[in-house]
């Protein structure tokens, strides 16, 4: 994959057949707390509330079609220093590079963006092996192993925690 071919940006109503062909797959949305959609009306739905109402939540796209997300969640209050990573990709596109070069190219953006936030942080199923690789790749520190900590789609999951700091950068 040519790397010029990857870009961020936000996602618009226009995104949303594209969206659907990713976030309509169990396989992309099970490490993620939403269902699969089902239709185009999900998908505008989606896309007008759940990104364009999101604080950072961006489109990865290949050519400027939306293959996957990358999403930043600041928190609030005493938590206003840290933000939530997340993302995931078309099934078709992954095992290329293509999340790790996104989240690079995402984070200075991010830290730009929340001057506030010194801290972003990531957890990841012990299963999810590949994830756990992006963070590696991406500059992230593996900090450790929280048992019984995330309940996702009904299951209980061991997760592992990644951090990086702004001034690790
Ligand atoms: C996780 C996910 C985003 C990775 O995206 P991707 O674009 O394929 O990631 P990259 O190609 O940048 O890197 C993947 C790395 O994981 C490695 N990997 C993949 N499967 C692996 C496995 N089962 N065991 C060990 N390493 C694995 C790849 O070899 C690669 O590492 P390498 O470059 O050192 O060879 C993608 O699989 C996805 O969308 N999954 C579903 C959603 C999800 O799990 N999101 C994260 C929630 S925390």
Redesign the pocket.
């Known amino acids: 994959m040519d790397p010029s071919r990857i870009t961020l940006r936000p996602f618009k109503l226009t995104d949303a057949d594209d969206l659907l062909s990713w976030a309509g797959d169990d396989?992309?949305t099970?490490?993620?707390r939403w269902k699969s959609l089902t239709s185009k009306e999900e998908a505008l739905t989606f896309i007008e509330q759940m990104c364009i109402h999101h604080p950072w939540r961006r489109s990865i796209c290949i050519d400027d079609r939306s293959i996957?997300f990358l999403s930043v969640f600041p928190g609030s209050g005493d938590e206003r220093h840290r933000a939530d990573v997340?993302?995931?990709?078309a099934v078709e596109?992954?095992?290329?590079?293509?999340?790790?070069?996104a989240l690079k190219m995402g984070i200075p953006q991010v830290f730009d963006d929340f001057p506030q936030v010194l801290r972003l942080q990531?957890?990841?199923?012990v299963d999810?092996?590949?994830?756990q690789?992006?963070l590696e790749?991406a500059g992230f520190t593996r900090e450790g192993l929280l048992r019984k900590y995330i309940c996702l789609k009904g299951s209980i999951l061991d997760v592992v925690v990644f951090g990086l700091l702004s001034s690790d950068s």
């Not at 999810?128 to 994830?131: D, M």
């Open positions: 396989r992309v099970k490490s993620g996957g997340g993302y995931a990709i596109y992954w095992g290329q590079g293509i999340t790790t070069a990531a957890f990841t199923s999810n092996k590949a994830s690789r992006v790749k």
